[in-house]
Nanobody, 130 residues
């Protein structure tokens, strides 16, 4: 089992920045492909950013490219999401997610769909005011 605990959400004005953190435990962190997904009220959950287990590949939703950056620190078993130039439409609950299949299949690619993640955190609210 993998346990994921997010932190760093909050209320910010449009144009501001936030950094989300997700601490993982229960499995070797370096074998986990990690990602951040979000879900706004009345909308489907969507993948925002993902990073491969090796850290060598990342993927971003078009809506956040150039504004968000995902990174990982294997020494701290933590994945981050730096969010800059935030917009009101970024308001959502943000979830940290993890996948083991990429590692065991030998794939160096990041996860491309939120449907492919096996483990989820409890979520952290991000609210961007206009």
């Amino acid at each position: 089992q993998v346990q994921l605990v997010e932190s760093g959400g909050g209320l910010v004005q449009a144009g501001g920045s936030l950094r989300l953190s997700c601490a993982a435990s229960g499995r070797s962190f370096s074998s986990l492909a990690m990602g951040w997904c979000r879900q706004a009220p009345g909308k489907e959950r969507e993948l925002v950013a993902s990073i491969s287990w090796s850290g060598g590949s990342t993927l971003y939703a078009d809506s956040v490219k150039g504004r968000f950056t995902i990174s990982r620190d294997n020494a701290k078993n933590t994945v981050y999401l730096q969010m800059n130039s935030l917009k009101p439409e970024d308001t959502a609950v943000y979830y940290c997610a993890a996948d083991l299949d990429k590692y065991y299949s030998g794939s160096y690619m990041p996860v491309r769909s939120h449907h492919d993640y096996d483990y989820w955190g409890q979520g952290t609210q991000v609210t961007v005011s206009s």
